[in-house]
């Protein structure tokens, strides 16, 4: 990099583009998304933390791949709103802890 040559992110972009590699990626992303389902459907049973307080969380978890063709202005958009979802289940679960 210090000589001006670029030929170094080919091997980059050898990597990233590597079919095992997006596989992996895809598959990690979809477990994700899986889970923030399943803790969604909990808290939604539980009785214990209202209902409505991990479905924000889950779906824009579950947006995490699409997200990522997005502009980085969209994608940044979307990081500050998992944030504040991820706040507002942990304040109710933190409420709930104190009851």
Do not use: E, H, K, Y
Not at 34 to 45: F, G, N, S, T
Not at 61 to 79: C, K, N, S, Y
């Amino acid at each position: 990099m210090a000589d001006g040559d670029a030929s170094l992110t080919d091997v980059g972009n050898d990597f990233r583009l590597d079919p095992t590699a997006m596989t992996v990626f895809a598959v990690g992303l979809l477990l994700v998304a899986i889970a923030a389902v399943l803790a969604a459907i909990a808290v939604w049973r539980s009785g214990s933390l209202p209902r409505w307080s991990a479905v924000p969380l889950a779906a824009l978890l579950v947006t995490m791949l699409p997200q990522f063709f997005l502009p980085q202005a969209a994608r940044i958009l979307w990081g500050v709103l998992v944030g504040l979802a991820a706040l507002w289940l942990a304040s109710a679960l933190f409420r709930s802890a104190r009851s």
